[in-house]
């Protein structure tokens, strides 16, 4: 069994930051892209980001760039989400995803049907 969990969620004020991670662990499997996605209330579940497994390329939603970064510790089988100048329209519960589809590009890791195994989420919540 695949087990993604995520931490480092929680209650800032705008402007803030926060960093997610995502350790994976059970048995091995190959996985070829991670992503971040997240869900409002109210609101469908919606891409964050995503990034190479073993590290190199990351693709962003429009929404996210240039304030949220991801990145990968393959020593330690953890994702990071480093979410700078927090808006309260951030405020989501924000999921981790593991992909064992190989594309060509990481710009084709954008839905949830690209990726095959979710932690149970954290919620991030940012006040104005």
């Known amino acids: 069994q695949v087990q993604l969990v995520e931490s480092g969620g929680g209650l800032v004020q705008a402007g803030g930051s926060l960093r997610l991670s995502c350790a994976a662990s059970g048995r091995t499997f190959s996985k070829y892209a991670m992503g971040w996605f997240r869900q409002a209330p109210g609101k469908e579940r919606e891409f964050v980001a995503a990034?190479?497994?073993?590290?190199?390329?990351?693709y962003y939603a429009d929404s996210v760039k240039d304030r949220f970064t991801i990145s990968s510790d393959n020593a330690k089988n953890t994702v990071f989400l480093q979410m700078n100048t927090l808006k309260p329209e951030d405020t989501a519960v924000y999921y981790c995803?593991?992909?064992?589809?190989?594309?060509?590009?990481?710009?084709?890791?954008?839905?949830?049907?690209?990726?095959?195994?979710w932690g149970q989420g954290t919620q991030v919540t940012v006040s104005s």
């Open positions: 990034i190479w497994w073993s590290g190199g390329s990351t």
């Open positions: 995803a593991a992909s064992n589809k190989l594309y060509n590009t990481i710009r084709r890791y954008r839905q949830e049907f690209d990726y095959d195994y």
